[in-house]
């Protein structure tokens, strides 16, 4: 079952401009997880924030997350070309004897020169 | 360095030919699984492993099997693959699930079932 719905489905922005992709799910969680995929490759982990959080940063990435409203937002500042990628949102929910990493079907940013 | 190796990257094979595809990690991590990726329907769960004794379904087990003899490996196996198993197929591995630490994917293996 799908537990993250990202919107937009696609967003295409120029370089230098912030790129905002959000995130809603339907569970509780333990934490939420963004990730990058280029175009057919693997997924790379961008940024983990924990339920108890509210706001995260690193470098020109800041996550939010409201548990109230079951959504997460992701902020990419001054883009480039090479942000160009698709980008997935993925809930975590662990329960001691079982983990299950929950992913929605993605944001495809398209960052142009 | 650190990393989850599949192999093969890619697979084209004929309906009902056994095949394995293979995921070890470097990383001493306890948790392992695997998803597949289909478009439209993003990454799913297939299996997973919180350790080498406890593996258990995802959402999309059937047609498939898996095995935890050890840490470092965790094969796929598809005992009857059928055109429906057509997919783009990770593994990831995580240190331990739940906490701070986000999960670390393979390159993915790109089956053709014909």
């Known amino acids: 079952s799908q537990q993250g719905e990202e919107d937009p489905q696609a967003l295409s922005i120029q370089e230098g401009e912030n790129a905002t992709m959000n995130c809603s799910y339907k569970?509780?969680?333990?934490?939420l997880q963004w990730y990058r995929q280029n175009s057919g490759r693997g997924l790379v982990h961008l940024i983990l924030i924990r339920s108890n959080e509210r706001e995260k940063h690193s470098g020109r990435l800041r996550v939010t997350l409201d548990t109230s409203k079951k959504s997460s937002s992701l902020l990419i500042t001054a883009s480039r070309a090479a942000d160009t990628a698709s980008y997935f949102c993925?809930?975590?929910?662990?329960?001691?004897?079982?983990?299950?990493?929950?992913f929605g079907t993605g944001t495809r940013l398209q960052v142009t020169l | 360095e650190a990393q989850v190796t599949q192999n093969p990257r890619y697979l084209i094979t004929v309906t009902g030919k056994k095949l394995t595809v293979t995921c070890s990690q470097n990383?001493?991590?306890?948790?392992m699984s695997w998803y597949r990726q289909d478009p439209g329907l993003g990454l799913r769960q297939i299996y997973y492993s919180m350790n080498v004794e406890v593996t258990d379904k995802g959402d999309v087990p059937e047609g498939y099997k898996v095995s935890r003899k050890e840490k470092r490996n965790f094969p796929l196996i598809l005992e009857s693959p059928s055109p429906n198993q057509t997919s783009l197929y990770f593994c990831?591995?995580?240190?331990?699930?739940?906490?701070?630490?986000?999960?670390?994917f393979g390159s993915g293996t790109r089956l053709t079932v014909v």
């Open positions: 990383m001493n991590h306890e948790y």
């Open positions: 990831a591995s995580s240190l331990y699930p739940g906490r701070f630490y986000g999960y670390t």
């Open positions: 993925a809930t975590e929910r662990y329960t001691g004897t079982a983990s299950k990493l929950t």
């Open positions: 569970t509780s969680i333990n934490n």
